[in-house]
């Protein structure tokens, strides 16, 4: 499934994209093929995912670790379902 997330966060953009690039690495590869992160600002940015396992994905971005990251940097999101329009 093609997903966006529309996110701000209270720490700089290199903090989020390093945080985002880590959890990718680490445990994101699992669920999400592929990628792309894009800075709005110093404070937001759209990720676009190609997400192969959304029940994986949905856990593992809702764990208590990943929660504790969000609260300490002031981390909110939307997230878009995105369909191809031809």
């Known amino acids: 499934m093609n997903t966006l997330i529309v996110s701000t966060f209270t720490c700089t953009?290199?903090?989020f994209e390093k945080f985002v690039a880590d959890f990718h690495e680490k445990e994101g590869h699992k669920y999400v093929k592929e990628y792309e992160l894009i800075k709005v600002n110093d404070c937001k940015s759209h990720l676009i995912l190609k997400v192969t396992?959304?029940?994986g994905f949905g856990a593992a971005t809702?764990?208590?670790e990943m929660k504790e990251w969000d609260k300490a940097n002031g981390y909110e999101?939307?997230?878009y379902a995105l369909?191809?329009?031809k």
């Open 83 to 85: 369909e191809l329009i």
């Open 77 to 79: 999101d939307s997230v």
């Open 53 to 55: 396992d959304l029940e």
């Open 62 to 64: 809702s764990s208590p």
């Open 13 to 15: 953009f290199e903090v």
